[in-house]
């Protein structure tokens, strides 16, 4: 309610749930994917909102679908 699905992403505490998982577990994960350039997170009062990266994702597809 306080974020927009567009510009700022889903909100943590909803993807934990949708997960069904803590909101712990679910903020680690989604710390591992930021750290890697995957998503973005974007803090909006005290919640934090996640986006995909498009284009990191295109690369790390690009990059792992290249022969070794």
């Not at 943590?12 to 750290?35: C, D």
């Amino acid at each position: 309610m306080d974020g927009d699905l567009e510009t700022d992403g889903v909100c943590g505490v909803l993807i934990a749930q949708k997960l069904e998982v803590s909101q712990p577990t679910a903020g680690e994960h989604l710390r591992v994917l930021a750290a890697a350039g995957l998503i973005e997170g974007k803090r909006i009062k005290q919640w934090v909102f996640y986006r995909r990266d498009e284009d990191r994702i295109r690369e790390v597809k690009q990059a792992l679908s290249q022969d070794w």
